[in-house]
């Protein structure tokens, strides 16, 4: 019993020792809020780029000029069929890079960019099946009610497919938080990169990446609660 007591005593002293020299001392913790500001703002930037390019993409995947379906086709194939970190050190080094206009951008831009454009090809699918998933009979109605089928998309079917997709809508928003972590790649000191610099200085394995690993997970279930919320008053709304 007292070796028991004795180890959980000195798991304690190596916890508040541990979260002294990690989070407390040189205002560390500090840092780590610094980090977690610009996974926010990377994310933020890439879902707004990614869900106005992914009902661009989306809409003209459903269209019958055959040269927008190909080009939204050839897109979603090459976004989702390649790794984020390639596409983020491609849009970094490559287009950045290579652009003399576009060098004095602070890297997040590139990071946000890259993001959005990725995101917008999960969006666009998954906006795609939502739409497809309206009836057939919303359309007609449309339709029997003089609108053009622009109008009938905009007024009826796009709002109707949009409600459809959207608890994996906030899905692909949740995944994009957690994608953000390879920003480090090109430098950026998001949250997770902040982490592993203390970890860097301070030559403890477990405490800061864990720390941010607990971040990741109340920012993720905090999201998840919010959303959760927003998609039952939408089915309340639809009862009546």
């Known amino acids: 019993m007292n070796s028991i007591a004795l180890w959980f005593s000195q798991l304690g002293e190596s916890f508040i020792e541990g979260f002294e020299k990690n989070l407390i001392r040189q205002d560390r913790w500090l840092s ?22 992914g009902i661009i993409l989306c809409l003209m995947k459903l269209s019958s ?9 050839a897109y979603i194939r090459v976004f989702r069929g390649t790794p984020a970190v390639v596409q983020l050190l491609i849009i970094y080094f490559g287009v950045f ?8 951008l602070p890297k997040v831009a590139a990071a946000i960019i890259a993001f959005g454009l990725n995101s917008a090809a ?7 099946g ?16 003089g609108l053009s089928s622009w109008q009938t998309m905009k007024s009826i079917v796009l ?66 609660i919010i959303f959760g919320r927003v998609e039952r008053r939408l089915r309340e709304s639809d009862k009546r």
Do not use: C, H, M, N
């Open 159 to 224: 709002p109707q497919g949009i409600k459809i997709a959207l608890p994996t809508y906030t899905q692909e928003f949740i995944t994009l938080i957690k994608e953000t972590a390879i920003a480090g790649y090109i430098a950026i000191e998001d949250l997770t990169k902040k982490g592993d610099i203390i970890r860097s200085r301070t030559f403890a394995p477990w405490f800061p990446l864990v720390t941010v690993a607990v971040v990741y997970l109340v920012l993720t279930t905090t999201l998840e």
């Open 32 to 53: 780590l809020l610094r980090g977690l500001g610009v996974t926010v703002e990377i994310t933020v930037g890439a879902i707004i780029i990614g869900t106005v390019l």
């Open 122 to 128: 999960y969006i666009a699918e998954l906006l795609r």
């Open 130 to 145: 939502g739409i497809v998933a309206v009836d057939k009979g919303q359309v007609e109605a449309g339709r029997s009610l």
């Open 97 to 104: 890079g290579s652009i003399r206009a576009l060098r004095g």
């Open 65 to 73: 000029f055959k040269p927008f379906e190909k080009f939204s086709q």
